[in-house]
């Protein structure tokens, strides 16, 4: 059963209007036939003598119930379905659009972020993160000793060097 619904087109609008007047016209029959078999099957219990001769409606009744129901869920739930679908695609949309608009604004703080740090004159101590000047020879944040770094070739050289050990420059 389950794969006869699916090859069933749910944009087919002649399938879904006879699975909605069919499943629950089948549901409707189903619950007669089980309503019919159920008061014969009880007659037994007030006569004795009452022979249940409709009890087979039981089981007719059942399949025509389960039947039509899946039947009626299946035309009333691509209505639902697709109405879902309507309302959410706009809203998809906009969700997308914002997402992509947010991370824009955020490639444009990163890049900026990026920008000023390598045109921030100013060095981060690497041991608490604290801003420094450019100048500083000890940690504002924790008086560690800052390397100097030699203007001239970048080489480190220990806080208190004077001159650079590679090249000899005057550190400033
Ligand atoms: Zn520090
Ligand atoms: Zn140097």
């Given amino acids: 059963m389950g794969n006869t619904d699916e090859r069933i087109n749910p944009g087919h609008s002649k399938v879904r209007r006879v699975l909605r007047a069919l499943g629950p016209l089948l549901m409707l029959a189903g619950v007669v036939c089980l309503a019919i078999a159920i008061i014969d099957f009880a007659m037994v219990f007030g006569d ?4 249940p ?3 087979w409606l039981f089981f007719i ?12 869920m299946f035309g009333f739930m691509g209505a639902v379905f697709r109405f879902a679908a309507q309302e959410q695609a706009p809203v998809a949309a906009d969700t997308f659009n914002y997402l992509a608009g947010e991370t824009q604004e955020g490639v444009r ?7 000023e740090g390598m045109t ?6 690497q041991a608490c993160g604290a801003d420094n000047d450019a100048s500083a020879r000890f940690c504002d944040g924790c008086g560690k000793p800052f390397q100097r770094t030699c203007a001239g070739c970048q080489t480190n050289n220990d806080a208190d060097a004077a001159f650079c050990d590679s090249c000899g420059s005057a550190l400033a």
């Fill in 48 to 51: 004795m003598s009452h022979q």
């Fill in 53 to 55: 001769t409709r009890f």
């Fill in 61 to 72: 009744g059942l399949p025509l119930l389960a039947l039509g129901s899946a039947l009626s």
């Fill in 109 to 115: 703080d990163v890049v900026s972020a990026i920008r």
């Fill in 120 to 125: 921030d004159q100013g060095k981060v101590c």
